[in-house]
């Protein structure tokens, strides 16, 4: 299989026809779940996706080292390359490397000031452009609605699908629309938030919230656990 073709049939064009054409530049989503269900597969899957679709991705973390993520990295791009009998394995990874970068902040003070100037300093100095950034490692439980209405006039500001990672423990309380805390008080900035939860047959996907779409679509998608890898169920 080409590279083009592994696009057109990624899960990720049904997760986006299921919000009504994908995330948006200017707009965050958000991936809830608890410790260990697999934020950061899903959040590796998406930047994967664009960095193979020839668009750049920025991987920022709060909390993991530069090593690691590669090593995330790595491991799922090529059980999707063997999964798909993917052509020309080496020139792809080389091509998906280009068009990906990652960023830690793991044991540094991070604000969305440093975030700022780091993204200036790459599009300036490294003419990388990023079209989705991802910020993972953010601290749901002490923000406020004044930092996500920053992050969203950020990734307005810089034209980027910015996605975020949120952890969630089991029993709290959730409002209307099924939105946990500590997320559901920051809802009104993000744009699409999608929850993770494990079952007997892996860890399903369901959609909170889609933009302003009082209707929300039911996911048929799930992350496979032995690959880590987004999957039609």
């Avoid at 991987?59 to 090593?67: A, M, Y």
């Avoid at 793991?106 to 079209?131: V, W």
């Avoid at 209405?149 to 949120?166: I, P």
């Avoid at 496979?224 to 987004?230: A, G, K, Q």
Wanted: hydrophobic content about 45%; proline content about 3%; overall charge neutral.
């Amino acid at each position: 299989m080409y590279r083009k073709e592994l696009n057109e049939r990624s899960p990720l064009r049904l997760f986006e026809h299921s919000i009504n054409g994908g995330l948006g530049r200017g707009n965050i989503g958000v991936v809830v779940a608890r410790h260990g269900i697999g934020k950061t597969a899903f959040l590796v899957g998406i930047a994967l996706d664009e960095a193979m679709r020839r668009r750049k991705a920025l991987h920022v973390s709060l909390d993991k080292t530069v090593d690691h993520l590669r090593e995330f990295y790595d491991e799922i791009f090529m059980d999707l390359a063997h999964s798909a009998h993917l052509e020309d394995l080496p020139a792809e990874r080389l091509e998906m490397e280009r068009n990906r970068i990652i960023h830690t902040y793991a044991g540094k003070s991070f604000t969305i000031h440093k975030l700022r100037h780091s993204i200036n300093f790459l599009k300036e100095y490294a003419h990388f452009d990023p079209a989705c950034l991802i910020l993972q490692g953010f601290d749901f439980e002490r923000a406020t609605l004044a930092d996500m209405e920053a992050f969203r006039q950020l990734a307005g500001e810089f034209n980027v699908e910015m996605w975020m990672s949120a952890v969630t423990h089991r029993g709290v309380p959730s409002n209307e629309h099924g939105i946990p805390r500590p997320v559901a008080k920051l809802a009104s900035a993000i744009a699409v938030i999608v929850q993770m939860a494990d079952h007997s047959d892996g860890v399903h996907l369901s959609l909170l919230k889609d933009h302003d779409n009082p209707n929300v679509a039911k996911l048929t998608l799930a992350l496979d656990p032995s690959t880590m890898l987004l999957v039609k169920k």
